[in-house]
């Protein structure tokens, strides 16, 4: 199996496994499984419906793929990563044509890395470019400290998750005074699809809704300040500086 092009991102290359070519899991055989294996093509086909985003959410999947692409370029050849990153439904596109810099894109579910592998796959793209795909929780992430100048998580905060220990980890990553965190996040807005996000919640699909400043003060968790902050029917787009 090929061995990790980029083991200086890493606190211990040893402990990363190759799962096949430029798949690799720093997450034990035991403990592999995620809630969304079991849902990842149903998530798929459901959130990879346009309609989808604007009936239910009314922001819109080009509104994703743009911020992506400013996160990225943000980065600016330097490292970046895209955490809970699923199956790259929204940012595929992006790292097929990307041809520069060290990118790492990783998830809690294989089975969302598989279709994130497969999407990349499935377009001439020159091999060496294409980002390093990592299997690994994002509340504790094997990666070096102070190394990213770009983080980008989709739709991670909203799920239920360990908010709090997962903005911890952006903010371990993020280079100080510099970094910056660009992730989106569902609010209430006083739309109908605030009772969704409700029963969603209470199904077990979403974490608590949170209102525009409760999301905002979870973003920032004790080391980030609020560059900018967009909102688009439900969706919050906020960019985080590291302060520090
Ligand atoms: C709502 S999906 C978003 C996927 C993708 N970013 C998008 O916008 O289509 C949430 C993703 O977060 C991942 N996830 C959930 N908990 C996680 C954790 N603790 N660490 C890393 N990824 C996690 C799930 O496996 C899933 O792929």
């Known amino acids: 199996m090929e061995p990790l092009t980029t083991p ?12 096949s070519p430029g798949v690799y899991s720093a997450l034990r055989e035991s403990e592999s499984a995620a809630a969304y294996d079991r849902k990842a093509a149903i998530y ?30 943000a ?80 739709n991670l905060l909203h799920v239920p998750i360990d908010r709090a220990a997962i903005i911890a980890e952006c903010g371990r ?19 109908w699809s605030d009772a969704a996000m409700h029963f969603l919640h209470r199904a077990g699909e979403l974490g608590a809704p949170l209102t525009r400043d409760e999301a905002l003060g979870m973003m920032i968790g004790d080391w980030g300040l609020i560059e900018s902050c967009e909102v688009e029917g439900n969706m919050t787009f906020v960019v985080v500086r590291h302060g520090d």
């Open 8 to 19: 200086h991102l890493f606190r211990d290359a040893r402990q990363i496994r190759a799962l």
């Open 44 to 73: 798929d086909a459901v959130v990879g419906w346009p309609p989808y985003h604007r009936i239910v959410w009314g922001t819109s999947a080009a509104r994703y793929g743009e911020f992506a692409r400013s996160a990225l370029a």
């Open 75 to 154: 980065a600016g050849g330097d490292p970046f990563a895209e955490i809970g990153c699923g199956s790259l439904l929204f940012t595929a596109e992006m790292y097929r044509e990307a041809r520069t810099g060290t990118t790492l894109v990783s998830d809690r579910s294989l089975e969302m890395l598989r279709r994130a592998a497969k999407r990349l796959a499935s377009h001439a793209h020159d091999r060496s470019a294409r980002p390093i795909i990592l299997h690994a929780d994002a509340v504790s992430l094997p990666l070096v400290s102070s190394m990213f100048s770009s983080v980008l998580m989709l």
């Open 173 to 191: 990553l993020l280079i100080p005074r510099e970094g910056r965190l660009f992730a989106t996040c569902l609010v209430k807005t006083g739309r």
